[in-house]
């Protein structure tokens, strides 16, 4: 009998449990205040903040920086590549051949 009752004890706590569980979720009130969302325009934010514009500042230098570099090595390859057809005709094949090692190289570290 008293085993009976325990559980019997035990089912209503159980059932009562689920049924505040059930209407804590279901009750509109509750779940819309629970739950909020807020929305941040990192473009926004980087336009008109002062540290997102030093930020947006110092990224435009920085890619100019590696563009000016760029350049410089795309002219130099280029160069290289002018005077190998040049004097290609001219040079020992010892000297070709470092010149193109040398040019294969700059290629490499281009990329």
Do not use: N
Request: glycine letters at 6%.
């Amino acid at each position: 009998m008293r085993y009976i009752r325990t559980r019997m004890t035990l089912l209503a706590l159980a059932a009562l449990i689920i049924c505040g569980i059930v209407a804590a979720v279901t009750e509109p009130g509750w779940t819309a205040e629970a739950f909020k969302m807020g929305v941040v325009d990192p473009q926004a934010v980087l336009e008109k903040s002062k540290a997102g514009r030093r930020a947006l500042d110092g990224l435009k230098d920085y890619a100019a920086s590696k563009q000016k570099l760029l350049t410089q090595d795309e002219d130099e390859l280029k160069t290289l590549e002018k005077q190998m057809k040049d004097q290609e005709a001219g040079l020992a094949e010892a000297k070709k051949r470092e010149i193109q090692s040398h040019f294969r190289t700059k290629i490499q570290d281009y990329q």
